[in-house]
Nanobody, 126 residues
Framework: QVQLVESGGGLVQPGGSLRLSCAASGFTLESYSIGWFRQAPGKKREGVSCISSSDGSTFYADSVKGRFTISRDNAKNTVYLQMNSLKPEDTAVYYC???????????????????WGQGTQVTVSS
């Protein structure tokens, strides 16, 4: 059974950190580019970050550059999103997704993602 499962969300104060995990089962995650997306209440889903399957290139939305870091552990079939210096506007449900499409600087958030996780809530509030 093909599945992506996110974990690591929670409530954190502004300026704090969280690390999200995206664990895959039923397929080899390293063969896919993995994207992180988020959706806040009343807002459209937006791309946060992506790591390419081909060469490990990483991409970030401007709003998270310098604060978030995406990485992958192929041995654990898991991708991580380290989130530092969190802000209230980072509050959202975060999803990971897997794509076999080529991802590049301007395309990573818009390619077709085949598999999606169920999401994990991140709340940044004092």
């Amino acid at each position: 059974q093909v599945q992506l499962v996110e974990s690591g969300g929670g409530l954190v104060q502004p300026g704090g950190s969280l690390r999200l995990s995206c664990a895959a089962s039923g397929f080899t995650l390293e063969s896919y580019s993995i994207g992180w997306f988020r959706q806040a209440p009343g807002k459209k889903r937006e791309g946060v970050s992506c790591i390419s399957s081909s060469d490990g290139s990483t991409f970030y939305a401007d709003s998270v550059k310098g604060r978030f870091t995406i990485s992958r552990d192929n041995a654990k079939n898991t991708v991580y999103l380290q989130m530092n210096s969190l802000k209230p506007e980072d509050t959202a449900v975060y999803y990971c997704a897997a794509s076999r499409d080529y991802v590049g600087t301007y395309s990573w958030a818009h390619v077709g993602y085949t598999y999606w996780g169920q999401g994990t809530q991140v709340t940044v509030s004092s």
